[in-house]
């Protein structure tokens, strides 16, 4: 985010961001995982990495399981948990 101006940027700004430009938020952060925080807001999806040794290889291989099993419809405003060897999708409101 850095490169865009958006380092330090609070998450309501990313993930409007991401909802204008029909992105995922892709992240390590757990509070972005958390479906609570956002009840009836709206957001694009959110894919959180939660793996033991999350070097950016893992993580790239962990995103590329995600995408081969899980159709792009089904990750829209739902926040996916990326573990090892289990993907966890849970629904928006």
């Known amino acids: 985010m850095r490169d865009i101006g958006l380092d330090e940027a609070d998450d309501d700004a990313l993930i409007a961001l991401a909802l204008r430009e029909g992105r995922f938020i892709i992240t390590h952060d757990k509070d972005f995982g958390n479906i609570l925080t956002?009840?009836?807001?709206?957001?694009?999806?959110?894919?959180?990495?939660?793996?033991?040794?999350?070097?950016p290889k893992n993580a790239c291989a962990a995103i590329r399981n995600l995408l081969a099993a899980v159709p792009e419809s089904k990750l829209y405003g739902n926040v996916a948990v990326l573990e090892e060897g289990r993907i966890r999708i849970s629904r928006g409101r």
């Open 38 to 55: 956002y009840p009836q807001r709206r957001h694009g999806g959110v894919i959180l990495i939660r793996l033991r040794l999350p070097t």
